[in-house]
C-alpha cells in the first residue's frame, strides 16, 4: 500500500503560505481573516486547509519552499528573481502575483547621515536579508546610481540582518549599533512617527525610477500544475482581498490588527494604506528594471527577457512589468 505514496502529488485540498513582517503582506492577512481561499476553495469542491508560517528575510523563505516545507512563498522581488535562477529548469520556481504596490524607505536616526554617501563604518544598516532582500538589492542599485556599477556592493559591508519589528525598536529608542533600516510599511512610518531624529535617506521608487512591487508571491511549477483548484482558489481569494483593501480601508486596517497582533497605531496604519504612493494590485509593476541590474552584477546567471519569463502565465496577472 506504501508502493506509490512517495514522490507522487499532495492531494489536493492543502497550501501552506509563508509570511513576512509588516502591512505589504495585508492582502494576505485579509484573506486569512475572511477565510477567502477556504470560500473559494468550496467553490471547487475542496475543503482547503491553509497553513500559515511567519518567516523573516528572503533567505529563510526560499530554504523552507526549497525543501518542500511551504507551497507559497512571499518575499521580495530580489528573492524571487535569485530562487528563479537557482531553479531555473528544476523545481522551476516563478511568481505568481503581486502583493501590491509598496515604497520601502530608508530610515536613519544618525542626523549626520543625509545621503547615503554620509554612510560610514560606524554605522548599521538593518534590512531582513544582507544580500540578498529586496531591500538589500535596493541600496546596492542606489549605490551603483551613485558610483558606477562596480561599487554597486560598497554599502555591503555596513549592512547586518534583523527582522523588521526589532530593526524598528532600534531605530526608535536609538543608543545601539544599528543608526538605519531599510524597512516597509507600517515600521518605517513608525520610526518616523515616534523618534524625532529619524529621516528618510532614501525611497525605493526614486532607485526604480517609479512606483514598483517590491513584494511577491511564488511557487514551483509542480505545486501550481498538480494543485489547479487550490491554486485557483488562492488566486480568486488575493483578487478579492485586493479589492477589499481598496474599498475598505478602515476594515482592512482592523484585519492587519487581528491577524498579525500588531500593536501599531490604527491611524498611522490608516495613512499607509491611503497613502497614494501605495497600490492594491496583484499585477507586477515595474519588476523588470530590479532583474536587469541583477544580471549585470552578477546575483542571476540568466538574463530574462522580460517579467513574463520569472512569473507564470495567468490572466490574473497579465499586462505586469
Known sequence: ?????????????????????????????????????????KAEGLDIKVDWVRLSGGS??????????????????GPLLTIWDRTYGKQD??????????????????????TIADF???????????????????LQMAAAQKWG??????LDGYTVALPHPDATAAIVSGGT?????????????????????????LKSYDVLGGPGSSTVLFATRKFRDDNPKTYKAFMQALAQAAEFARKHPQAAADAYVRVTGAKTDRALLLKVIESPDVQFKITPENTYRLAQF???????????LSWKDYFFADPDTAGGS
Open 1 to 41: 500500500m506504501f508502493a506509490g505514496a512517495f514522490g507522487q502529488a499532495r492531494a489536493e485540498g492543502r497550501i501552506r503560505i509563508a509570511e513576512q513582517f509588516g502591512i505589504v503582506y495585508i492582502l494576505l492577512n485579509i484573506a486569512r481573516d475572511q477565510a477567502l481561499i477556504e470560500k473559494y476553495g
Open 60 to 77: 529563510a523563505v526560499n530554504t523552507a519552499l526549497l525543501s518542500g516545507a511551504i507551497d507559497v512563498a512571499a518575499a521580495g522581488i
Open 93 to 114: 520556481v516563478r511568481g505568481i502575483a503581486s502583493l501590491g504596490d509598496f515604497p520601502n524607505y530608508l530610515v536613519s536616526n544618525n542626523p549626520e547621515v543625509h
Open 120 to 138: 560610514t563604518s560606524r554605522d548599521r544598516i538593518a534590512l531582513p536579508a544582507v544580500g540578498v532582500s529586496v531591500q538589500a538589492r535596493f
Open 149 to 154: 556599477l562596480k561599487q554597486y556592493g560598497r
Open 177 to 201: 549599533e544599528i543608526t538605519a533600516h531599510f524597512g516597509n510599511p507600517p515600521f518605517q512610518e513608525e520610526e518616523l512617527a515616534r523618534n524625532p531624529k529619524a529621516h528618510i535617506v
Open 294 to 304: 541583477m544580471h549585470q552584477i552578477g546575483a542571476i546567471r540568466r538574463l530574462p
